[in-house]
């Protein structure tokens, strides 16, 4: 049997994981294994992270929208509702964008709402 000599294949592989372990704290930048566990780590919450931020920034909206519909005197639930039978289509994002910076907007929406409960 000839001899394989095992160089750049292994070390592309470590230095790939250790590039993506820069700034990690102690052991977890310069030992190989440790790295690894914190990077595959690290991945899979980025991976799963990605998907909760959809559902944080829709409950920060609707709390917007909550708060702002209280300020005319409407519960959220009920503005939603009047908003469906009005057939106003606006996303929460805008919507919650509007109640903060033009108030008058939001406001004739919450009416012609009402209007519809």
Do not use: C, Q
């Amino acid at each position: 049997m000839s001899r394989v000599k095992r160089g750049t294949k292994g070390i592309k592989r470590r230095k790939k994981i250790l590039k993506l372990a820069k700034g990690y704290r102690g052991g977890r930048s310069k030992l190989f294994r440790t790295s690894k566990e914190a990077v595959d780590r690290a991945l899979s919450y980025a991976y799963r992270d990605r998907r909760v931020k959809k559902r944080t920034f829709r409950s920060l909206w609707i709390t917007r929208i909550n708060a702002a519909a209280k300020l005319n005197d409407i519960s959220y639930s009920k503005l939603m509702g009047g908003m469906k039978k009005a057939n106003i289509s606006i996303d929460r994002k805008i919507l919650a964008d509007m109640a903060i910076v033009d108030p008058m907007s939001f406001s004739e929406i919450v009416s012609l709402a009402k209007a519809h409960i």
